[in-house]
């Protein structure tokens, strides 16, 4: 077993790729410079990524990255595999880097194609072995999808892909909100509380199974997955929502006060 397990507090983004996570990353970022006063050790995990919208403070390209093995003759698709895989080797220096720092925060940037993450034995042996026990995981629903249906149903199923393969918190994100109208949020939300409503609109959809997609999702409310909460990267009061939540399963400490004007 690993020997160096990180023991701070950890937000792992992870989502669909195009689902926003690398905005987020950087709009939770200055979240927390904002709210906290902390400023977050950023983590880019993504090595076929070719600029971020933050300066990675740690970086898994620095260690292995897609060309590589794209020089090698590799394919696009095998040439990101064999990358992410090849992330194990350098778990060691990677940490060692993160624990110098002793961060306050950490934020995670995982790679955009996210099942070679977390359904592959490498992102599942960082969760397990090396994050610590104060780790959040929001699972980002791209609003292009899960503005359907189908696509909510799709988009749910991964997240409980995740929830099962990566034993920490998770919050369910509604990413990039603020693409939909307020109606659209709010048929989004219904479909992830309401399992009756799903059912009527899948039924709608002539999708076969609507009568067991109730039944599951009814056992899955309140219970297995969470309510969505509607974000932003650009969107202020989303982000706050998403950041309130964090702080209270990181448990972060008081946020800094500012000194009242004389009188």
Same mark, same amino acid.
Request: hydrophobic residues 40%; negative net charge.
């Given at each position: 077993?690993?020997?160096?397990?990180?023991? =701070?507090? %950890?937000?792992?983004? $992870?989502?669909?790729?195009?689902?926003?996570? !690398?905005?987020?990353?950087?709009? +939770?970022?200055?979240?927390?410079?904002?709210?906290?006063?902390?400023?977050? +050790?950023?983590?880019?995990?993504?090595?076929? $990524?070719?600029?971020?919208?933050?300066?990675?403070?740690?970086?898994?390209? @620095?260690?292995?990255? $897609?060309?590589?093995?794209? @020089?090698?003759? =590799?394919?696009?698709?095998?040439?990101?595999?064999?990358?992410?895989?090849?992330?194990?080797?350098?778990?060691? #220096?990677?940490?060692?880097?993160?624990?110098? !720092?002793?961060?306050?925060?950490?934020?995670?940037?995982?790679?955009?194609?996210?099942?070679?993450? %977390?359904?592959?034995?490498?992102?599942?042996?960082?969760?397990?072995?090396?994050?610590?026990?104060?780790?959040?995981?929001?699972?980002?629903? @791209?609003?292009?999808?899960?503005? %359907?249906?189908?696509?909510?149903?799709?988009?749910?199923? +991964?997240?409980?892909?995740?929830?099962?393969?990566?034993?920490?918190? %998770?919050? /369910?994100?509604? /990413?990039?909100?603020?693409?939909?109208?307020?109606?659209?949020?709010?048929?989004?939300?219904?479909?992830?509380?309401?399992?009756?409503?799903?059912?009527?609109?899948?039924? /709608?959809?002539?999708?076969? =199974?609507?009568?067991?997609?109730?039944?599951?999702?009814?056992?899955?409310?309140?219970?297995?997955?969470?309510?969505?909460?509607?974000?932003?990267?650009? @969107?202020? #009061?989303?982000?706050?929502?998403?950041?309130?939540?964090?702080?209270?399963?990181?448990?972060?400490?008081?946020?800094?006060?500012?000194?009242?004007? !004389?009188?």
């Amino acid at each position: 077993m690993f020997s160096l397990r990180l023991d =701070y507090p %950890t937000i792992l983004l $992870v989502g669909p790729a195009g689902s926003g996570k !690398s905005l987020l990353a950087k709009a +939770l970022m200055e979240k927390a410079i904002e709210q906290r006063d902390i400023y977050p +050790l950023m983590v880019n995990m993504d090595p076929g $990524v070719e600029k971020t919208p933050y300066d990675p403070d740690v970086d898994v390209r @620095d260690y292995v990255t $897609v060309k590589e093995f794209l @020089d090698r003759g =590799y394919g696009p698709n095998g040439a990101l595999i064999a990358a992410v895989d090849k992330i194990i080797e350098y778990i060691g #220096p990677l940490t060692a880097e993160i624990a110098e !720092s002793e961060p306050e925060l950490i934020i995670i940037d995982t790679p955009g194609q996210m099942e070679l993450f %977390t359904h592959r034995p490498r992102g599942e042996f960082l969760v397990k072995y090396v994050l610590g026990p104060r780790t959040v995981i929001p699972f980002l629903y @791209d609003p292009a999808v899960s503005i %359907t249906p189908e696509g909510y149903v799709s988009s749910a199923f +991964l997240e409980l892909s995740v929830r099962v393969r990566m034993p920490v918190y %998770t919050l /369910s994100v509604l /990413s990039k909100a603020d693409i939909l109208s307020e109606e659209q949020i709010e048929y989004v939300i219904r479909l992830s509380t309401d399992p009756e409503f799903l059912k009527l609109e899948l039924e /709608s959809r002539g999708f076969a =199974y609507a009568h067991v997609m109730r039944r599951v999702f009814h056992e899955f409310e309140n219970d297995v997955l969470g309510v969505l909460i509607p974000t932003s990267s650009v @969107d202020e #009061p989303g982000v706050d929502d998403l950041w309130a939540e964090i702080e209270e399963v990181l448990g972060l400490a008081e946020p800094k006060r500012h000194a009242s004007p !004389s009188a």
